[in-house]
């Protein structure tokens, strides 16, 4: 195999601007120590409640890909004081809860939905009113699984046909406190509602039959508010009481459990490998991949175990080991849902039949990510039947895949992410036609990849 040409070496490929192929070619091995980026879920919610607090509050290791960013910037327009130091700490002024300011202008979100969803449950219950835009893959995504219990709130929304963006919020201060049940498990729908009675008096509470990842609520005790969290026969009943006042936090953000993921299945995978991921996160409403990949029989080690701001982390080894095909418990599905695309790459490589599904929620992420993800398998020789709420994907018993295919990302960087991995046990190499949308979550994943004994080329 020829070697591939390297990309300009005055700037990563990875984080280049516009659209860019990758091609990933078949590793020999993959070894050595990384750490992933911090958690996005986590460097979200630190940014939104650190802005809503009383001071500063300074926040170690967070994820500077583009949807955090987005987050940074529309607080910023909301009367934040937001900067990066030179140490890469950021200081956060904020304003206090019912302190947002009107923004000048509309807030654009890119590609980032938790931004939005959450964005929207905060500005619901203020005095103010705010437009949201994004890319045209956010502007795609439906809105009203969180428009509708805002509503119910007071907030007045108009929303684009369908639900979607651009949509407008208009606060009300003071909102109605509501007792909500989530029709569908939702840690973005759950937080937003959560935020948005942070300014709103009384007890609102939230009822989530199926528990999600529960970030949000560690967070929001952590700088002072008042929550409560019940487990109860109908499920996990949250409440937390209005009107808080915040105490700002220093806050180390762990690794991203949801960006390990793919280095997690990528060791599993390619014969020989050997790697360490540092930091992870091993927050129990995130750790589905983990459980899922050990019952296929990945040889998976935590190492130094510890809590880091309240939440669980380790070091993780990976070793190659052989997978077998499963049927996934659907109770794991909360737990991973933004790791079924590496969860299929990781199938297509088992021994026998996986079975995949509970994950419905799939088909309103950044794309249809069941449909996609059976595109791209399909494309490079594996064998799949798609389900409404998942797939059913035959293995290749350890063996390379055909691969030699260019992958439709559609704008989606776990998609992007997952078939990169899938290239790295194919017979031929595997392109990703654009992926450039990687830096949402994960600036600096294929140059990792790279340091790993990945290679991939550019153009």
């Given amino acids: ?28 091995t993959l070894r050595g120590r990384i750490r992933v980026p911090g958690d996005k879920s986590i460097s979200h919610r630190a940014l939104m409640l650190s802005a809503l607090a009383v001071g500063e509050s300074r926040v170690e290791g967070l994820l500077e890909g583009e949807d955090v960013l987005a987050t940074a910037a529309a607080m910023r327009a909301m009367g934040a004081t937001i900067t990066r130091g030179e ?19 509309a807030v654009e979100m890119g590609n980032s939905g938790t931004s939005t969803r959450l964005l929207m449950g905060l500005v619901a219950s203020h005095p103010i009113t705010v437009t949201f835009t994004g890319d045209a893959s956010l502007s795609g995504r439906p809105m009203k699984r969180v428009i509708d219990p805002l509503a119910s709130m007071g907030a007045d929304i108009t929303a684009s046909p369908g639900g979607r963006l651009p949509l ?27 935020l948005a009675g942070l ?24 700088f002072g ?7 109860t026969n109908r499920g996990r009943i ?26 997690m299945v990528a060791a599993s995978v390619v014969p020989g490998s050997d790697v360490v991921v540092e930091n992870v996160g091993l927050n129990p409403t995130r750790a589905g991949l983990l459980t899922a990949l050990r019952l296929m029989g990945a040889d998976i080690t935590e190492l130094d175990p510890r809590s880091v701001g309240g939440e669980p982390v380790a070091d993780l080894r990976v070793r190659h080991a052989p997978l077998t095909g499963i049927e996934v418990p659907h109770d794991l599905a909360p737990s991973m849902i933004d790791e079924y695309p590496a969860l299929f790459v990781a199938a297509a490589f088992a021994g026998g039949r996986t079975i995949a599904r509970g994950a419905d929620e799939l088909r309103v992420k950044e794309s249809d990510r069941i449909a996609v993800m059976k595109a791209a398998l ?52 595997v392109t990703i036609d654009d992926a450039s949308p990687v830096a949402t979550s994960f600036p600096g994943f294929f140059a990792l990849l790279e340091t790993l004994g990945g290679t991939v080329s550019w153009t």
């Fill in 1 to 28: 195999m020829p070697h591939p040409p390297a990309p300009p070496a005055n700037l990563p490929a990875d984080q280049r601007h516009g659209a860019h192929e990758a091609t990933v070619h078949a590793a020999a």
């Fill in 87 to 105: 140490d890469a700490i950021w200081r956060i002024h904020g304003v206090g809860v019912g302190g947002l300011l009107q923004p000048a202008g």
């Fill in 168 to 194: 407008m919020v208009r606060g009300l201060c003071p909102a109605v406190p509501i007792s909500y049940e989530l029709p569908v498990a939702s840690a973005q729908v759950k937080s937003a509602v959560l």
């Fill in 199 to 222: 300014n709103t008096p009384g007890v609102t509470r939230v009822i989530e039959p199926v528990a999600t990842r529960d970030h949000s609520e560690r967070m929001l005790a952590g």
């Fill in 225 to 231: 508010a008042t929550i409560e969290v019940e487990a």
């Fill in 238 to 263: 949250i409440s937390i009481t209005g009107e808080a006042e915040l105490r700002p936090q220093t806050i180390v953000v762990p690794g991203d459990p949801s960006s390990a993921a793919f280095f």
């Fill in 378 to 429: 399909d494309a490079c020789g594996v064998t799949t039947t798609e389900h409404p709420d998942g797939l059913t994907i035959e293995g290749s018993g350890g063996e390379p895949i055909a691969g030699g295919a260019r992958i439709a990302s559609r704008l989606d960087h776990r998609i992007a992410m997952s078939m990169a991995i899938a290239g790295l046990h194919a017979r031929s190499p």
